[in-house]
């Protein structure tokens, strides 16, 4: 379990670098004075690693902030919707001649 974005990060890390498939993933939204928010979190997941959003994997939102909670299932829902330009994004070419990833 990962209590913030550091170590959400390393979760992800670990599991990409050991071929560990993800299965689900809950998410809160307010982690904490000067944390980022679970949104926040969310937002770079689908940059970073848009297969997980895009994908097979189980994605909750278990926020008690309801705003949010909305937010992240709308967020969740058009990442599913949009799911084969989110994960073409992430192999795009950047403007500038740089590979994004």
Same mark, same amino acid.
């Given at each position: !379990? ?12 670990? #599991? ?5 498939? %993800?299965?689900? %993933? ?15 979190? !969310?937002?770079?997941? *689908?940059? *970073?690693?848009?297969?997980?959003? #895009? ?12 705003? *949010?909670? @909305?937010?992240?299932?709308?967020? %969740? ?20 001649? @740089?590979? !994004?990833?």
């Amino acid at each position: !379990m990962a209590r913030n974005f550091g170590e959400f990060q390393e979760l992800i890390k670990q #599991a990409k670098e050991k071929g560990e498939p %993800i299965e689900s %993933i809950s998410f809160d939204n307010d982690l904490g004075e000067g944390e980022k928010e679970g949104y926040e979190i !969310m937002k770079w997941l *689908a940059e *970073a690693h848009p297969e997980y959003m #895009a994908g097979e994997t189980e994605l909750k939102v278990h926020s008690a902030n309801p705003k *949010a909670r @909305e937010n992240m299932e709308a967020y %969740i829902e058009f990442c599913r919707e949009h799911r084969e330009e989110l994960l073409e994004v992430k192999n795009r070419a950047h403007p500038w001649g @740089e590979k !994004m990833r």
